[in-house]
C-alpha cells in the first residue's frame, strides 16, 4: 500500500502562483508513475499531469501546458505541482495519484487539496 498527503492548496488571485506538494509514504518502491488530477464543483475528476519515474517523463492536459510543472524530489518521495498564471477555471480539488506494481491504472489517491483562483 502507498499512501499519499497532498498539501500546498489555498487562495489565489488570477495570474498569480501556488505550489502543491505530495508526500508518499509506505511501499514507494512499487510506484513507477504518479500524477496530479482535479475535480471542479459539478465536474468529473479531470488528468491534469503526470510524471513516469522510471523514464523522468512528464506529460500534461492540454489546458495547463505552459502554466504547469510537475516535479519529483524522490529523496523525500515526493511530486510537486508547480502551477503559475493561475486562472479561475483553475479552482478544483488537486488530488495526487500513483500507480502501483503491475496496475495500469492510479490505485493510490491522496485526500486532496483545496485550490482557489479568484478573478
Known amino acids: 500500500q502507498v499512501q499519499l498527503g497532498e498539501s500546498g492548496g489555498g487562495l489565489v488571485q488570477a495570474g498569480g502562483s501556488l505550489r502543491l506538494s505530495c508526500a508518499a509514504s509506505?511501499?514507494?518502491?512499487?510506484?513507477?508513475?504518479m500524477g496530479w488530477f482535479r475535480q471542479a464543483p459539478g465536474k468529473e475528476r479531470e488528468f491534469v499531469a503526470g510524471?513516469?519515474?522510471?523514464?523522468?517523463?512528464?506529460y500534461y492536459a492540454d489546458s495547463v501546458k505552459g502554466r504547469f510543472t510537475i516535479s519529483s524530489d524522490h529523496a523525500k518521495a515526493t511530486v510537486h505541482l508547480q502551477m503559475y498564471n493561475l486562472k479561475p477555471e483553475d479552482t478544483a480539488v488537486y488530488y495526487c495519484?500513483?500507480?502501483?506494481?503491475?496496475?495500469?491504472?492510479?490505485?493510490?489517491w491522496g485526500q486532496g487539496t483545496q485550490v482557489t483562483v479568484s478573478s
Open positions: 509506505g511501499r514507494i518502491f512499487s510506484v513507477y508513475a
Open positions: 495519484a500513483a500507480k502501483t506494481g503491475w496496475a495500469s491504472e492510479y490505485v493510490s
Open positions: 510524471f513516469r519515474t522510471s523514464a523522468g517523463t512528464s
